[in-house]
């Protein structure tokens, strides 16, 4: 019987292969959404999935686009974005 904590889905089961070539299962946690702009609701390229220790794991450039509004705005509506404030 696992762990009290293991038995929600919020866990997914993995089945590993130990150095002793036993299959065991393991409980890992699962992946968080896509993210998605803040406007349109599309999803977002060039942002990893990831929970935030493996996230914080990967350098500033690998975390999210390196653009105005990078990893928050589609880049239609960033682009969008930066002709209304050109326009005002």
């Given at each position: 019987m696992p762990a009290n904590r293991f038995r929600s889905h919020s866990y997914r089961?993995?089945?590993k292969r130990t150095p002793g070539g036993?299959?065991?299962?393991?409980?890992k946690?699962?992946?968080?959404?896509?993210?998605?702009?803040?406007e349109c609701g599309a999803l977002l390229h060039g942002v990893p999935?990831?929970?935030?220790y493996e996230i914080n794991k990967l350098s500033k450039s690998q975390k999210r686009p390196n653009r105005p509004f990078g990893g928050n705005l589609c880049?239609?509506?960033a682009r969008k974005h930066f002709k209304n404030e050109a326009r005002k």
């Open positions: 089961k993995m089945n036993v299959n065991v299962l393991r409980y946690k699962k992946k968080p959404s896509k993210h998605v702009c803040a999935r990831g929970r935030p880049p239609k509506c």
